[in-house]
């Protein structure tokens, strides 16, 4: 569904305080803008609407988080979802970042010093009209190749999604780009582990009787592909 244009939505995120405008600047710096920088720093891409990020950087004060998506239309829904969760919770809303940055151009926003430990990837889009379409996805190849250089050793990505097709390829992608699985289910909630934190789409799917499946992946080997390459599909 197209998202309507919300023309306070530029404004009220520019007087955010943990809405990071112009992000780019920060790139280097990440750890510099957060109140406790020696923290570890997650990563969510495809942030959306902020209902996962909201619950899990409340819930982990020790850690700090970065949410990207492309769009103010969705971040300013974000923006609420963290300052409504925080203040159920009493708590500072000084753990956690969000932007808009389009993810396919990551390396202008992140860099080496950044060293972010996790990536979370919930419920991208699988791009599977067309098979050339597919480079567009937040797992392949080409994209984990562009997160490896911000990335510390032994860094996790951390994914989950509906799609069969997505999920079967993401297991390809990964080991090309130095990723191993360490950890995978077909459906989620079949066994859920306390710490799954159900997103939107998570619980739409369910709703509907598709399995959410999920994966960790720990980067601990040579890229297969050199950068800019990887898997055509």
């Known amino acids: 569904m197209r998202m309507r244009f919300k023309p306070y939505a530029g404004p009220e995120l520019a007087a955010c305080p943990f809405h ?5 600047q920060y790139r ?6 957060f109140a406790r920088p020696e923290q570890p720093l997650h990563l969510e891409l495809g942030c959306g609407k902020g209902g996962f990020l909201s619950r899990l950087a409340s819930r982990h004060p020790e850690i700090n988080y970065i949410g990207v998506d492309i769009t103010d239309k ?17 708590l500072a809303i000084d753990n956690v970042k969000t932007l808009a940055h389009d993810i396919e151009r990551i390396p202008t926003l992140l860099d080496v010093p950044d060293r972010v430990e996790r990536i979370y990837i919930n419920f991208c889009n699988p791009w599977n009209k067309k098979a050339n379409h597919k ?9 984990l190749l562009l997160y490896r250089p911000f990335l510390v050793e032994n860094a996790e990505v951390w994914f989950k999604c509906d799609d069969e097709d997505l999920f079967n ?7 090309q780009a130095g990723f191993t699985v360490t950890w ?24 509907m009787g598709i ?23």
Request: glycine content about 4%.
């Open 135 to 143: 480079k567009h996805r937040l797992t392949h190849t080409r994209q």
């Open 20 to 24: 990071m405008n112009d992000a780019t």
């Open 169 to 175: 390829d993401t297991l390809r992608y990964l080991p």
């Open 184 to 207: 995978q289910t077909r459906d989620l909630h079949a066994n859920e582990p306390a710490w799954n934190i159900r997103t939107e789409h998570e619980q739409m799917f369910t709703e």
């Open 74 to 90: 969705v971040l300013i829904l974000a923006k609420r979802n963290i300052e409504r969760v925080y203040a159920e919770k009493g």
């Open 211 to 233: 399995p959410t499946k999920a994966l960790i992946a720990r980067m601990d080997a040579p890229p297969v592909a050199a950068p800019g390459t990887g898997s055509p599909r």
């Open 28 to 33: 280097g710096h990440w750890r510099e803008t």
